[in-house]
Each structure stands twice: as C-alpha cells, then as structure tokens.
C-alpha cells in the first residue's frame, strides 16, 4: 500500500489505474503461494522496470516472463527428516533437573546416576 501511496503521490500511476495495480499486488502474492519467493521478488523488480519504460497497464499477463523467471517451489518431503545424529545429554538438566526449554529442547533430559563413589560410602557406613 506504501507503494501504491507512493505512486500516486508522485503522479506515476492515475486513479483509474488503481484497480488495475491492485490486481497486479494480488497475483504477486498468489505467485508467493507456489514459487520461491526470491523468483517472485525478482519477478516483480523487472515487471515494474518494464512498466515503468513501456507504461502498459498494471496486470498485463505476461507468460515469458513467469515461464523465466518464477522457479517453482520444491516439495516438501512426504517423510519427515530424521535427525542422524544422536541427541547429547543436557548436562543442565542433570544438575538441576529442571530445563528451562522443556520439550523443544535439543537434548536428553536424562537424570544423574548416584556415582559409585556415593554408593561405595553408604555401604561403608552401614
């Protein structure tokens, strides 16, 4: 809408056009659906540098320019990643027992053992 604001503000788009550039915003963010949002970035930066040299009207379909430029999305993988490598103890959590980040932690939350030496004492002591 700054854009739009701009255009008007400094007469490079006239009113009845609105409408029409309006149209043009819309598409952009439905090419943002199913391309890579760098090609839709580019995209746009050339079809408003063609416009602005050939003044044709905002919306104008131009399938070159999508069939050069828009690279479509990659598909997600239907199987989620797995992590390869094993998650480390927290040494935090063993300490404390607490962790501030709960489940979105990156390690184990895994309890200390008594170490031998403690048990070796208690046995001593009885």
Same mark, same amino acid.
């Given at each position: 809408?700054?854009?739009?604001?701009?255009?008007?503000?400094?007469?490079?788009?006239?009113?009845?056009?609105?409408?029409?550039?309006?149209?043009?915003?819309?598409?952009?963010?439905?090419?943002?659906?199913?391309?890579?949002?760098?090609?839709?970035?580019?995209?746009?930066?050339? &079809? /408003?540098?063609?416009? %602005?040299?050939?003044?044709?009207?905002? +919306?104008?379909?131009?399938?070159?320019?999508?069939?050069?430029? #828009?690279?479509?999305?990659?598909?997600?993988?239907?199987?989620?990643?797995?992590?390869?490598?094993?998650?480390?103890? &927290? /040494?935090?959590?063993? %300490?404390?027992?607490?962790?501030?980040? +709960?489940?979105?932690?990156?390690?184990?939350?895994?309890?200390? #053992?008594?170490?031998?030496?403690?048990?070796?004492?208690?046995?001593?002591?009885?």
């Amino acid at each position: 809408m700054r854009v739009l604001n701009h255009l008007l503000t400094v007469n490079d788009i006239e009113r009845s056009e609105v409408e029409f550039y309006l149209a043009y915003t819309t598409r952009i963010f439905e090419f943002a659906e199913s391309f890579e949002w760098n090609s839709v970035l580019n995209y746009d930066y050339h &079809y /408003r540098e063609l416009q %602005a040299e050939h003044g044709f009207k905002w +919306g104008t379909y131009s399938p070159h320019m999508e069939l050069q430029m #828009l690279v479509p999305k990659r598909p997600k993988p239907s199987v989620p990643v797995q992590n390869p490598a094993p998650k480390e103890d &927290y /040494r935090i959590f063993k %300490a404390k027992g607490a962790c501030p980040f +709960g489940d979105k932690c990156r390690y184990k939350h895994v309890k200390a #053992l008594p170490s031998n030496n403690s048990r070796q004492d208690a046995t001593k002591n009885q």
